[in-house]
């Protein structure tokens, strides 16, 4: 686990240690809470949580929160296109961390009810369009309702059980814990391999590089022209830069306009990154720089040690040449 009083570890220029309060998409027992609470480091800070994603970006950028921790993308939805769009078009922020979770999806409803007895499933809708398998297969016709997030569902399911008896929902067991509902089926997403990528952004700042960082950019162009994508593409493969994901979004200004997302492994602090994005910088519309951030997962860890090792190594190397002497 990363501590920020750590020198060898992800943290953010000294400052995050003096900053105390983080808003997250709740509300409480969202699965981006139980992402959060993975973050040792940043337990000590006052979580709070925020009705809507845009809401969460739009308190941080006025300022009202220090930091905001919400979803970016699941391994089967893709991407959340309100954060996406948010970060692209309404507010100026960095990304500063990203965590990696696990989800399992499970379907709870008040005590008492069975599998059978269900006739409505409410959830976010990403969670819902997890499950469809199971519901097809276990509930067919099964109306589905849209929710602001798996643990708001909970929470209204819970306190209506009176009127809304034959609703379950589909949440993490800590919503189930929390709102006091049973669980009717565990597990009930399609893919078990199921992940979801969260951010922590804040109003400004770079973490220092760890050796194992990704840096997220997007691409806007000043007209749609021929080539204008392999132009963006070929200032990374020339430096035989990693890309670790790219897509496109429009930019809302009118039909068939779009700006080109691009991750990239790399930190904003290596020289050939810092020369990549001056070369975009000077050859493309905008460039809007996203965030340099260490890279999460289970390899992060031990990724982050071998490049440690491996600087350790090399500065040695450095070091033993210029030892060298020749006198003639």
Known sequence: MVHLCDPTQPHYDGEMTTLRTICYFGPASTFTEEALRTQEDLAAFTHT????????????????????????ENAIEG???????????????????????????????APGQTLESIDTVM??????????????????????????????????VSEEAEYV??????????AGETYGLITVAEAIEDHPDNQTRFVL????????PTGHDRTAIVCFQDADRPGSLYGILGQ??????????????????????????????????????????????????????LGSYPVAGLAAASSRAEASAARSDARQWVDGLLAERLEI
């Open 236 to 289: 990374f493969a020339a430096r035989g830069i990693n890309l670790t994901k790219l897509e496109s979004r429009p930019t809302k200004q009118g039909l068939g306009e779009y700006c080109f997302i691009v991750e990239f492994d790399g930190h904003l602090a290596d020289p050939v990154i810092a020369d990549c994005l001056a070369d975009l910088a000077a050859t493309v519309a905008r460039v809007k720089f």
């Open 79 to 109: 991407t959340v296109n309100v954060t996406l769009d948010g970060l692209l078009f309404d507010h100026d922020l960095r990304i500063v961390r990203e965590v990696i979770l696990d989800i399992h999806l499970h379907l709870l409803a």
């Open 49 to 72: 949580p925020v009705g809507s994603i845009s809401d969460v970006l739009a308190t941080v950028a006025s300022g009202a929160c220090d930091f905001g921790f919400v979803p970016l």
């Open 165 to 174: 008896s034959s609703t379950a929902v589909i949440a993490s067991k800590l």
């Open 201 to 208: 952004v804040a109003r400004n700042g770079v973490p220092a």
């Open 123 to 156: 959830s976010f809708p990403h969670a819902l369009a997890q499950c469809r398998a199971f519901l097809a297969a276990n509930l067919p016709g099964v109306m589905t309702v849209p929710a602001e997030s798996t643990a708001d569902a909970a929470r209204f």
